[in-house]
């Protein structure tokens, strides 16, 4: 893979892309024009392929991050007079409240330790309990600890009691396998700079038809208004507002390489070895994971700091910069981590260096104690 000189990103988003995909921004689009439109429908087209939803979905594309779309989606599919039941077992889970919060939709949270998911029987056991509930809003991948959450099993759960599920699909779509044809889901998130390794700047709800049609008029915002997108978008083949060309242009090349490299079945399996290479590296330092391997999705990996006394992030992650790789902070308020992500353009080999940086780093820095402190009370 030819990266040029650039730190690799290990980030879950923005990610470290091709030379294609960054090549794809060097053209300035107009857009009225019918090349650019056509583009757009490409990736919408393409998109809905992605989680077997040709027939049934709509693939509506927003501006800006990823939150953007998430909140569009409960904003949207949510009508004003709903209540959403949001198992919760991390940060992601948590904003997702928050929106509920704003938009002031009613919500219950159905906690859950983050190094545990959600099973089937609980979300069953939480939609008796409390009928008012219309809908379920779910992260796939937890993208504050990395763990994967069943999706469907939650989806079957929403479907035994006729309740809508959302899914914040950021950091698992194109990387984890979903299938709308197989399990009902009404909404499914995610946002060009993370599995499909486009750049950061535009999200994409895919919605069931029968519910996107009913969405005219639940939307506080204008900006937000995902009926409004789609029905003008279908009339015009453009976008309502000024698109994020660049972005938009860069995420069809970056569509492209991931056909070409066999779609989300090959995206995933590269991922999972790069997870593995990884996971198996750390542990030869002495370095544990947060969670079980059996519960750990191949996006991201949060590890247990080392309890030695000389450790602390920020040297740690400047040095592990100057050797070419951008850490990410963890996301625990618990336990002290740090997070390395899987995803982006890159392979096994790349993390088995990544391993090596963090050990010369550790050498560097004196930190010979890899076992972690006890948690906080
Ligand atoms: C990245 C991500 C988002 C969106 O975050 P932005 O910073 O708005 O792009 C939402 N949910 C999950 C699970 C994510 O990983």
Known sequence: MILGNDPILLTPGPLTTSLATKQAMLRDWGSWDAGFNAITGTIRRDLLEVIRGAGTHECVP???????SVEAAIANVV??????????????????LKICRYLGRAH???????DRHPTGAMIDEALRADPS????????CETGTGILNPLPEIAEACARHGKGLVVDAMSSFGAIGIDVSKY?????????????????????????????????????????????QWTYMQKTTQWRFTPPTHVVAAFRAALDQFLAEGGQPARGARYAANRDALIDGMAAL??????PRTVQAPVIVTFHA????????????????????ILYPGKLTRVETFRVGCIGA????????????????????????????????
């Open 62 to 68: 927003l501006q800006g991050s990823g939150t953007f």
């Open 79 to 96: 009508p004003r007079d709903g209540k959403v039941l949001v198992p919760q077992n991390g940060a992601y889970c948590q904003r997702i």
């Open 108 to 114: 219950v949270a159905l906690d859950i330790p983050e």
């Open 133 to 140: 509930v219309t809908h379920v809003a779910q992260v796939h």
């Open 184 to 228: 009902p889901v009404d909404a499914v998130i995610a946002a060009s700079g993370k599995c499909i390794e486009g750049v950061p700047g535009m999200g994409f709800v895919l919605v069931r038809r029968e519910v996107l049609e009913k969405c005219q008029g639940n939307s506080h915002s204008l900006a937000m208004d995902l009926h409004d």
């Open 286 to 291: 002495g370095l544990r994971t947060f969670l």
């Open 306 to 325: 080392p309890g030695d006394p000389n450790y602390s992030f920020k040297p740690f992650y400047e040095k592990v910069k100057q050797r070419g790789y």
């Open 346 to 377: 890159i392979d096994a080999n790349e993390m088995r260096n990544v391993v090596s940086a963090v050990a010369a780093t550790l050498k560097d820095m004196g930190v010979s104690k890899m076992e972690p402190l006890k948690a906080a009370a």
